[in-house]
């Protein structure tokens, strides 16, 4: 290709090279379009049948009629179902939910407004979603990896074991998104757009406040070439995610009298940040199997392999801001005491796609990745009922 472009004048080997390289995006897009679509039938199918066949709880039965797919709107679904039709309620030592974040229940409260069954804004919200974040990925993943890669990271991300929860009434479906574009954004010098997806993802997941890292990297990195417009705007990009999570606390203060609210909602559920939370989150692992939690291992196992990744991705030359926003979503449940649920709130952290792509460019892998995630995902699917994400 080198030698073909280089017989032509500058400005023609120019268009052509861009000519080719638009063609590669859009064979990759339409590539990620359609692994989306398979892995978001498969998990539908999978809900489908555990639904018909009353898996693993006989007395749960729903109508399949009036209510399809009722599978994606349990655990905490219900929760943000709860919140969007009455708002929120601090009980103090119970569980309650300004432990959840705003967003997804705003908008399952405006769609049913008009109309529309909040759990079925959930479910459409989280699945349209995750194939807007998919695309972000893809597109953010070659800014900063060659093609190959950002393609099968974004193919990866599609058919993880883990999400499933994108095609539940989840939060994670609108945040993983927003994060994307926040980082998609910044790196386009659009730094208000960049700022208002931050502040989206830290609105629906509190895990959106680790923006904040790779948006001052990259607002560092361009600083003396900003002009004084340019530099207040990579100024609020990297603020947007702290000032999103004090607007709720702001919030909560007006509405419940506690700015607090969330955080001490949390304890009840079991998480209480503290430096102590790593010593707890170990302790709660070993004793795992004397209080039958045996699906804790699940998460340690996951909190593991995404450490890997995120090391894997720094080798590679994935840019620290990200890798580190990587860490501190991975480790952030330790901190409060608990691995519990880490393989879902690691989905977050985008660089762990990035890693495991990198681990794709050998054949092997990327075989055993493409076979074994379906599989996993399945399963994970069909299991559900028996331990919350």
């Known amino acids: 290709m080198t030698a073909d472009l280089s017989a032509l004048p500058l400005r023609e080997s120019t268009r052509v090279y861009r000519s080719r ?20 039938t498969l998990v539908f199918a999978c809900a489908l049948v555990v639904q018909i066949t009353r898996f693993p709880r006989r007395r749960w039965h729903p109508s399949l009629l009036h209510h399809p797919f009722a599978l994606l709107g349990v655990w905490d679904g219900r929760w943000y179902k709860l919140i969007a039709a009455g708002g929120y309620l601090f009980v103090p030592g119970r569980y309650s939910n300004p432990a959840f974040f705003p967003l997804l229940p705003i908008l399952e409260r405006a769609a ?14 989280a699945n349209l979603g995750f194939l807007a974040g998919l695309l972000a990925l893809y597109e953010l993943g070659s800014e900063l990896l060659p093609e190959s890669d950002a393609r099968r990271a974004a193919l990866y991300a599609a058919v993880f074991p883990a999400g499933y929860v994108f095609s539940m009434a989840y939060p994670e479906g609108i945040a993983f998104p927003l994060v994307a574009l926040a980082g998609l954004f910044a790196v386009r010098d659009r730094s208000l757009a960049a700022a ?175 076979i074994a995630c379906p599989v996993l995902l399945a399963a994970a699917t069909v299991t559900i009922q028996l331990r919350y994400p």
């Not at 049913?112 to 919200?125: F, M, N, S």
């Not at 989206?200 to 607002?219: K, S, Y």
């Not at 801001?321 to 480790?331: K, R, S, T, Y």
């Open 21 to 40: 390289a638009t063609a590669v995006a859009r064979a990759g897009r339409r590539e990620v379009v359609a692994w989306w679509f398979v892995s978001r």
């Open 196 to 370: 208002i997806c931050a502040a989206g993802a830290t609105l629906a997941r509190p895990e959106g406040i680790f923006l904040v890292l790779p948006l001052a990297a990259i607002a560092i990195r361009r600083w003396p070439s900003l002009a004084t417009s340019g530099r207040s705007r990579a100024v609020a990009a990297v603020l947007a995610a702290p000032a999103a999570l004090a607007s709720f606390s702001a919030y909560l203060a007006w509405q419940l009298g506690d700015p607090l609210a969330w955080s001490k909602a949390e304890r009840a559920w079991g998480r209480s940040f503290a430096v102590t939370g790593p010593d707890r989150a170990v302790v709660q692992l070993l004793n795992a199997s004397h209080h039958h939690d045996g699906w804790l291992y699940r998460d340690a196992v996951s909190c593991l392999l995404y450490v890997g990744l995120l090391m894997v991705a720094y080798r590679a030359g994935i840019p620290r801001g990200w890798v580190l926003a990587g860490a501190g979503i991975v480790l952030m449940p330790l901190a409060s005491g608990s691995f519990d649920s880490d393989a879902r709130f690691g989905l977050l952290a985008l660089p762990v796609f990035w890693g495991l792509a990198v681990l794709g460019r050998h054949a092997p892998v990327n075989a055993i990745v493409l």
């Open 112 to 125: 049913h407004a008009i109309g529309v069954p909040y759990l079925l804004t959930g479910v459409v919200c």
